[in-house]
């Protein structure tokens, strides 16, 4: 070994030791006749001291070193005079015996501090420099620590880790795939991975009633802050099982992780809306949409929306009587907003990406007065009902939204959402889950002029709802749940089909023809012959349940070495042009771009 002792560990427990440690030199101050070296391994930071009267000689080699130098030191643990109790080894340094460059550093590109003056394409370009920051360690600590603390859970409930093939075929996530060309099969591609979907129904079929795996998916689409075109899943699937079956075990790896990771205890979670020993809230999909306007509610906070079409309609005020939807919520001890702020709103709501027409608003003032700009349309005595309706008490102020029904819960839903950052009521170091089931189990696209699985094509109908396939196939529930924390959607499974006949109903209703059915998923149809078991799972994001703990809001803060928004990997420079030959063994042309 190099070293004795890494940076992070030395404490008073040592003084008078002799130490040999190694590491980065992060900064170093000169102070009159002494010189001080933050040295940094990815333990933590301990001071060196040198002294130009007692060793000259190893003090001027000292201020020599540049930021980011590797060196060795030896030397003595001494307490110190000024002590800095912030960091585990601030009560002690090291009187700096003897100095060995390892390897000297360029000046990096940028600092290596917590808040970097680097920007992000910087910091990708140089990522194992920006890996050196400390919030960049954490988070890789963290991801770590979570992945570790899933694998005990879900072994110790008897689900096994399995790895399924990365070359395969085209998934059903509805995604585009990625794929590679095969130099034995030419003119024939491998698809990666979406998902292990099929992969972990076939371990059913096999007999593995509970796996899991912590893996890599592939998926081509458009990029943004929580996608990145590979990211990991907690896949999961479970045989003999129902619906009711997967939420327990998987609420259970949920508690567990903030149990363990974040060290919430029954008071903590006590103090929130839900108990930690109590069931996760349940939502089907119409109420989350209904209450929130939204499929991933965030439940942080309250301020549900009210529905006040039946009392605002058909009073003489035009632009609420030619609307088929009049929605509001009650922004708590609001009544006070300036007109600035209302106006803010109003351009929030009106902004193209929300597209409300009008922002309507009651202040329901503490001196018991109303005041809006409504009061020209309705008696005070309608606002009052108004106001009963969204349990509106003096000091509060009702935000109005009117129109298309589905549009407008949606623009309900980001106005509540920018209340509650407004409002500080989105706090990070708090966790509210939720599930969200009965999702519709088909998506009309009107484009296509056919239906899509919302989900995937082996999720199964809710078993009441599968006459309607035949009659009323958009009304057909899916028997499927979302875990959400947050307004963040962490993860996502439904129980599957397990019955040859109704998955090629499924597979019909989705406009494949039998041959088109039979080439792409006919493996999996085909193992339904052979006895298989019903079964059900989920898949976690992992990355953005990482990045949930973390507090942090990028995906790409808790990935080692992630794509840029362009899907490029600026540090390793790819995608990248392959060579004439690789692509004549492929049998491959590339078509110039004109
Ligand atoms: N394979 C699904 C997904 O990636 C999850 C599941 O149904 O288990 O979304």
Redesign the pocket.
């Known amino acids: 070994m190099h070293r004795t002792h890494t940076c992070g560990e030395l404490n008073m427990h040592h003084v008078g030791n002799k130490v040999t440690l190694c590491g980065w030199v992060q900064r170093s101050r000169d102070l009159g006749g002494m010189t001080f070296i933050d040295l940094r391994d990815r333990y933590g930071i301990t001071q060196l001291v040198f002294n130009m009267e007692t060793n000259p000689g190893l003090c001027k080699e000292a201020r020599k070193l540049g930021r980011e130098f590797v060196i060795q030191i030896t030397g003595m643990v001494a307490e110190r005079s000024n002590k800095n109790l912030k960091i585990p080894t601030g009560e002690i340094e090291i009187i700096t015996e003897t100095i060995v460059v390892l390897n000297p550093s360029e000046v990096p590109p940028f600092t290596i501090e917590d808040d970097t003056d680097g920007g992000e394409e910087l910091r990708m370009k140089y990522r194992y420099i920006d890996l050196r920051r400390n919030v960049m360690k954490k988070s890789l600590q963290l991801r770590h620590q979570m992945a570790q603390e899933v694998r005990y859970y879900l072994s110790s409930k008897n689900f096994i880790e399995i790895e399924t093939p990365v070359l395969i075929k085209s998934t059903p996530?509805g995604a585009r795939d990625f794929v590679v060309p095969s130099r034995m099969n030419p003119g024939q591609f491998y698809a990666l991975p979406?998902?292990p979907?099929t992969f972990k129904q076939l371990l059913m079929v096999a007999g593995f009633d509970r796996y899991f795996q912590i893996v890599k998916?592939f998926r081509d689409e458009d990029l943004r802050a929580d996608r990145q075109p590979e990211f990991t899943?907690i896949?999961?699937?479970m045989a003999f099982v129902e619906q009711k079956d997967i939420l327990v075990t998987f609420e259970g790896l949920i508690k567990h992780i903030l149990k363990t990771i974040k060290k919430r205890d029954k008071s903590y979670f006590k103090s929130l809306q839900y108990r930690i020993e109590k069931p996760f809230t349940i939502l089907s999909y119409d109420e989350a949409m209904n209450t929130y306007g939204n499929d991933k509610p965030d439940i942080r906070f309250k301020m549900k929306i009210k529905d006040l079409t039946g009392i605002a309609k058909g009073k003489g005020f035009v632009v609420f009587d030619n609307v088929n939807y009049i929605g509001a919520i009650n922004a708590k001890h609001c009544a006070n907003y300036s007109n600035k702020e209302l106006n803010e709103l109003t351009e929030f709501v009106t902004k193209p990406q929300i597209g409300a027409k009008v922002l309507a608003w009651i202040k329901f003032n503490e001196d018991g007065t109303y005041k809006s700009p409504l009061e020209k349309f309705y008696s005070k005595q309608d606002l009052k009902k108004w106001g009963k309706v969204l349990s509106a008490k003096k000091g509060d102020l009702l935000l109005i939204l009117a129109g298309d029904i589905s549009k407008t819960l949606v623009a309900l839903s980001e106005l509540r959402l920018e209340m509650g950052n407004r409002l500080g009521l989105r706090k990070k170091d708090t966790f509210a889950p939720l599930w969200v089931l009965n999702f519709p189990l088909l998506e009309w696209n009107n484009e296509d002029k056919r239906f899509y699985a919302k989900?995937?094509p082996f999720?199964s109908p809710r078993t009441e709802d599968i006459p309607l396939l035949d009659s009323d196939p958009a009304k057909v529930r899916a028997n499927a749940y979302d875990l959400v924390i947050n307004g963040i959607e962490i993860g996502?499974?439904?129980i599957r089909i397990h019955n040859k006949t109704l998955q090629q109903k499924m597979f019909k209703t989705l406009g494949f023809s039998e041959k088109q059915a039979e080439e792409q998923f006919g493996f999996l149809m085909n193992a339904f012959h052979y006895g298989a078991p019903p079964h059900g799972?989920?898949?976690f994001g992992f990355d953005r349940l990482v990045a949930l703990f973390a507090g942090l809001d990028s995906i790409r803060d808790v990935i080692a070495f992630p794509k840029n928004n362009a899907g490029r990997d600026i540090m390793i420079d790819t995608p990248a042009i392959v060579e004439e030959k690789l692509l004549k063994e492929l049998s491959l042309k590339i078509e110039q771009s004109k």
Do not use: K, V, Y
Request: net charge negative.
């Open positions: 996530e979406q998902s979907q998916c899943q896949d999961c699937e989900h995937h999720t996502g499974g439904s799972g989920i898949a």
